[in-house]
Structure formats: C-alpha cells, structure tokens
C-alpha cells in the first residue's frame, strides 16, 4: 500500500491537530498546512479580528476558499480549523485524495488545552465549557462520519499519537524504509 496524496486531520479545538500534523508530515516527509494559519498569514490579521469584522460567515467563506486551493497540493498533511466541517460544500474539499483523520479528545483535554488561549474566538465568554460540550454534541456526528481513521488522543503523547497514525496509514513510511535499508546493511 502506497501513502495516501494528502493526510486531512479535522478534530475540536485543542485536540492538537497542528502539533500532531507537523511531526506527523515530518515523519512521513510530506509537506505540513495549517489552514488556520495560512488564512492569517494571507489577511494579515488573526482569527479573532477576522471573526470580529466579518462574523463567522465571513471567516467560513475565506475557509472554504483556501480549502478549495489546499485540495490540489499533494503529498501534504493539513491541519483544519474545529468548524471547517460545518459547511458541506468542504466535505468533498476534505475528503479529495485524501485519508480523514478525526483527532477525537474529550470535553476535559479540550478544557485543559485551550483555557489560556485568545485565539479562540468562540470560547471568549463565560462559560467555554460549555461552548465546547455544545460544539462537540453538533461536530462530532460529522467529524466520525467524514473521518477513515479516528485516532482519540486523551492522555497520549503526540509523539505516541504520530506513531499510531503512521502505523494505521501505511506501515512503510520513509522512516521504516530507511531502517529497513540500515538493518539489511547490518545483516550483510
């Protein structure tokens, strides 16, 4: 079995999808793409500004766009925002050659992970606790639908995580096959 073109990991906030997708492309040599972050780089401005000015509408739509542009890149992991599944002209966007991850964590590591973090316009209220047990109640029935694999990563390392994913996309990354080359030099 050959990598997948493209490796799309959807998931909540604070299930560490970018932390995971960078060691994750590292691991498989391929490219890493946060969409969050490309849609910042390229307004000049952050999510919570963007959500300030053009509403959630507005943010879901230049989303949509760099989805539709991020499709066409091969040999590439992308981390998506928690809300990219809410529209589902971006399911196909998601799914086009590619293998879904659903990074899949609970209410509490959310918490946890985000309860510093001003990056989030949806959870600057106060109550995010509940915010995030409404959006998982909404999102989750989506993300397990869209996802081939769902990878829960509670209490686990990312480190641990990557390690598992690969095991579950293809066992014979360039990391195997460059051990594999070593032990048969070795054995020689």
């Known amino acids: 079995m050959s990598l997948p073109k493209r490796i799309v990991l959807v998931g909540p906030m604070g299930a560490g999808k970018s932390t995971i997708g960078r060691m994750l492309a590292r691991e498989l040599g391929y490219r890493f793409l946060d969409s969050d972050r ?3 780089e390229r307004c000049g401005a952050n999510i919570p500004w963007i959500f300030d000015v053009e509403g959630e509408d507005g943010f879901r739509q230049r989303e949509t766009t760099m989805l539709a542009e991020l499709s066409g890149y091969p040999q590439t992991v992308l981390a998506t925002g928690g809300g990219a599944v809410m529209r589902e002209e971006n399911h196909d966007l998601l799914k086009r050659d590619a293998v879904v991850v659903y990074l899949k964590t609970s209410i509490e590591q959310q918490v946890e992970r985000t309860r510093r973090d001003r990056n989030r316009p949806l959870l600057q209220n106060d109550d995010p606790e509940a915010v995030l047990r409404n959006l998982f109640a909404i999102r ?36 195997h096959k460059r051990q594999i080359r070593k032990e048969g030099r070795n054995h020689a």
């Open 140 to 175: 989750d029935p989506i993300y397990t639908e869209l996802a081939d694999i769902v990878m829960f990563t509670d209490r686990k390392s990312p480190r641990l995580v990557v390690r598992q994913l690969v095991n579950r996309i293809n066992p014979r990354t360039p990391r």
């Open 38 to 40: 490309i849609i910042e």
